[in-house]
T-cell receptor
Framework: DTGVSQDPRHKITKRGQNVTFRCDPISEHNRLYWYRQTLGQGPEFLTYFQNEAQLEKSRLLSDRFSAERPKGSFSTLEIQRTEQGDSAMYLC??????????????FGPGTRLTVL | SQQGEEDPQALSIQEGENATMNCSYKTSINNLQWYRQNSGRGLVHLILIRSNEREKHSGRLRVTLDTSKKSSSLLITASRAADTASYFCATRTMQGNKLVFGAGTILRVKS
C-alpha cells in the first residue's frame, strides 16, 4: 500500500527562480488537495481537484502559483518568481469521493521550500 | 487565515497522564477532525466528529463537540512518549471539501 508521495522532499532556490513540485495521490483517490504550512502554524488550503477539474482555489493562491492535474492522477504545483515569503512546507493530500475514508484526507510527507 | 484557535499552544506532561487540547472555530461546520503531525510521519488523521454528534471515542482518544460554543476538545488518556507531536483540529464546512486548520497544540510527553 503506497500512500501519498511528494517530490522533491526539499527544495532550496534563489529568489526569482521558478519551482515545481509533484504529488502522487493514493491511486484510487479522485480528490487531491494542496496546502501550505509555515512554521508554528497549521496547514492553509491552497487548491483542490476532483479528477482533472480544479474546483476551488484559495485567495492565498496568487497569480504566481499554478496547479495542474492533467490526467486526474498526479498533480504539479508551480511557483513562478519565488519570493522569500514563499518559504514553507507544501503539503499534498488526497481522498476518495465515496466510501471508506471519504471524509478524511490522507497527507503526503510534504515538500519543504526554502527561498534564499 | 486560520479557522480558529487551539489551546494550549504547548503542553508538557508525564507519561501516563491525560492530555486535553481545545479548539475553537468560527463558522458552521459539517464535521471536525483532529490530526497529529510529527517529523517522522507527517499529518495523520486521528478522529472525526460530525456536527450532529457530541462525543466520540477511538481507543485512548475522546473528542467532544459543542456546536453552540463552536468548540471541541481532544482528550488523550494514559499518554505515552510516542504521543509527542503537534495536534491540529480541522473543520470542514457545509460547502466544499477543504479543511480549515487551527494553529495546533504541541504536546510533549516525558518518560
Amino acid at each position: 500500500d503506497t500512500g501519498v508521495s511528494q517530490d522533491p522532499r526539499h527544495k532550496i532556490t534563489k529568489r526569482g527562480q521558478n519551482v515545481t513540485f509533484r504529488c502522487d495521490p493514493i491511486s484510487e483517490h479522485n480528490r487531491l488537495y494542496w496546502y501550505r504550512q509555515t512554521l508554528g502554524q497549521g496547514p492553509e488550503f491552497l487548491t483542490y481537484f476532483q479528477n482533472e477539474a480544479q474546483l476551488e482555489k484559495s485567495r492565498l493562491l496568487s497569480d504566481r502559483f499554478s496547479a495542474e492535474r492533467p490526467k486526474g492522477s498526479f498533480s504539479t504545483l508551480e511557483i513562478q518568481r519565488t519570493e522569500q515569503g514563499d518559504s514553507a512546507m507544501y503539503l499534498c493530500a488526497s481522498s476518495p469521493v465515496l466510501g471508506r475514508g471519504h471524509n478524511e484526507q490522507f497527507f503526503g510527507p510534504g515538500t519543504r521550500l526554502t527561498v534564499l | 487565515s486560520q479557522q480558529g484557535e487551539e489551546d494550549p499552544q504547548a503542553l508538557s506532561i508525564q507519561e501516563g497522564e491525560n492530555a486535553t487540547m481545545n479548539c475553537s472555530y468560527k463558522t458552521s461546520i459539517n464535521n471536525l477532525q483532529w490530526y497529529r503531525q510529527n517529523s517522522g510521519r507527517g499529518l495523520v488523521h486521528l478522529i472525526l466528529i460530525r456536527s450532529n454528534e457530541r462525543e466520540k471515542h477511538s481507543g485512548r482518544l475522546r473528542v467532544t463537540l459543542d456546536t453552540s460554543k463552536k468548540s471541541s476538545s481532544l482528550l488523550i488518556t494514559a499518554s505515552r512518549a510516542a504521543d509527542t507531536a503537534s495536534y491540529f483540529c480541522a473543520t470542514r464546512t457545509m460547502q466544499g471539501n477543504k479543511l480549515v486548520f487551527g494553529a495546533g497544540t504541541i504536546l510533549r510527553v516525558k518518560s
